[in-house]
């Protein structure tokens, strides 16, 4: 790692990031209160026919472009009402993380990696929401129930996948089939030279192989 990214996530570490921040906490709140929303929401879907289920991979597939175009478009464009995403992603965490220093050193770093309360909120409710209402009025609310389930699964994935490539290649994480080429693609977008135009997608390459922005 060179002097100057050394020095970059020090002053970070030192002076950004409140000291009683806990990255293991950031990442099991993520997961828990994504649960629960799923928990929630499963209670609303009244059971109508197993052919209600086949919406899963429609909903996945809608989820893996709506995470590629908010990251190909909104995270890596600047876009005046949208400063913050594009402040907190292309500029804080690609600096923190390039392509040969894509490892965490200590969890206090996950604070760079996993989303934010607000960011979580933004995607969830805000993007996430109208989608679903639009999805339940075409179809049957409890298809949208069933589309929500699947969007906040993949928010809770993407932040799981997402913080595997960011370990150190020895770690455990490595023995789940995928994770090492997971991390190969999205370590490539993590190069200057390359991140604002390949490999948009963190949990699944569907969207950059069909827009043609698949790399490795
Ligand atoms: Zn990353
Ligand atoms: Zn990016």
Not at 44 to 67: C, M, T, W
Not at 141 to 155: K, Q
Request: glycine residues 4%.
């Amino acid at each position: 790692m060179d002097q100057e990214l050394k020095k970059l996530r020090d002053d970070y570490r030192k002076n950004i990031l409140p000291s009683s921040y806990s990255g293991a906490l950031h990442l099991i709140l993520s997961i828990l209160g994504a649960l629960g929303l799923i928990v929630l929401a499963s209670t609303q879907i009244k059971r109508r026919s197993y052919g209600d289920l086949l919406f899963i991979p429609i909903a996945f597939l809608i989820a893996n472009v709506v995470e590629y175009l908010a990251h190909r478009f909104l995270l890596h464009r600047p876009i005046k009402y949208f400063m913050v995403a594009f402040k907190e992603h292309t500029i804080l965490h690609h600096s923190f993380f390039t392509h040969d220093a894509i490892e965490i050193e200590t969890s206090k770093d996950f604070h760079r990696v996993l989303f934010s309360p607000s960011a979580v909120f933004f995607f969830i409710f805000i993007i996430g929401t109208p989608i679903f209402l639009m999805i339940a009025h075409f179809t049957h609310p409890s298809i949208g129930w069933i589309s929500f389930i699947v969007g906040v699964s993949y928010y809770m994935f993407y932040e799981m996948v997402h913080t595997i490539c960011h370990l150190h290649d020895h770690h455990w994480a490595f023995k789940i089939p995928g994770a090492r080429f997971l991390k190969r693609f999205h370590q490539s977008h993590h190069n200057p030279k390359l991140m604002q135009q390949y490999n948009f997608n963190v949990l699944l390459p569907v969207s950059d192989w069909l827009f043609r922005t698949y790399k490795n």
